[in-house]
């Protein structure tokens, strides 16, 4: 799967999607003059998903993208199918190209009380529920109102999630690729090594298999095995590491930069 941005061309796509019967309920059918607004916003980036042979299978939209708090909010997303496992590819996607290319340092999100689908798959994801506005939103179809939910993701939240722990939680400006790393200074007196990770990682999970990697005293790797994570999925594994290593990676200053971690439980 792959993202372009659209153009008037895709206007038709766009709407035959929205109103299919399976969307009806959860996605409002804009005009073309409403997507067209979005189109040629500075605000705003409407997208088209493709799969293989450049076919359009989806669209997105994301809202807000220069607001100064960087909190950017993908309003629209929908597939033209659903049903054929393509959800969750679909939604990782498109959190990469917020948090990579619109450089966003948080994603919300919101969807209706109704929408199932939608809330198992921005848990999966790793966003958090918010909150619940209630009778928020009028559904026209069913025609009764019904709670709106929010959910959100901050961007090192998602990073964690990739097997990375960004050690800079400033606002970062968008960029090109997906590799987030800070500056070594060789000379930082509060340098780390791989034996004081270990053991500070260990004194949280006495039984867990470690193995850390890295010789320049800021950044390193890091695998961590242990029968706690069952239950856990990934995010929630390595913010778990996270704390044990009792801030030794808040702000530029902190002595461990940055930390390519790996988390599981045992087979």
């Not at 450049?54 to 607001?67: E, K, R, T, V």
């Not at 918010?130 to 709106?148: Q, S, V």
């Not at 039984?207 to 990934?234: C, L, P, T």
Request: aromatic share 8%; hydrophobic share 40%.
């Amino acid at each position: 799967m792959k993202l372009r941005e659209a153009s008037p061309v895709d206007f038709g796509f766009i709407r035959s999607i929205a109103r299919k019967p399976e969307h009806a309920l959860h996605i409002t059918d804009e005009d073309d003059a409403a997507l067209m607004t979005y189109h040629t916003s500075p605000d705003c980036r409407l997208l088209i998903c493709e799969t293989g042979e450049n076919h359009p299978a989806g669209f997105a939209l994301f809202c807000d993208i220069h607001a100064r708090s960087r909190t950017v909010e993908l309003r629209r997303l929908a597939l033209d199918t659903v049903g054929l496992g393509r959800g969750g590819d679909f939604l990782n996607l498109l959190m990469g190209y917020g948090f990579d290319r619109l450089g966003a340092g948080r994603l919300w999100l919101d969807t209706g009380d109704t929408n199932l689908r939608a809330q198992r798959a921005f848990a999966r994801a790793g966003f958090t529920l918010e909150g619940r506005l209630r009778m928020h939103d009028h559904c026209a179809p069913l025609d009764r109102n019904f709670d709106t939910l929010l959910y959100g993701i901050l961007r090192a939240e998602w990073a964690a999630g990739r097997g990375l722990v960004l050690a800079d939680r400033g606002l970062q400006p968008p960029c090109h690729d997906l590799t987030f790393t800070a500056k070594t200074d060789r000379r930082n007196p509060m340098a780390i090594d791989a034996r004081e990770i270990e053991s500070l990682i260990r004194a949280a999970f006495p039984q867990a298999k470690i193995a850390v990697q890295g010789d320049d005293g800021a950044h390193f790797s890091a695998e961590v095995i242990d029968e706690s994570f069952k239950g856990m999925n990934r995010v929630q594994q390595q913010r778990a590491v996270y704390a044990s290593l009792k801030g030794k990676m808040d702000g530029p200053n902190g002595a461990l930069h940055a930390l390519a971690l790996t988390t599981k439980a045992p087979d």
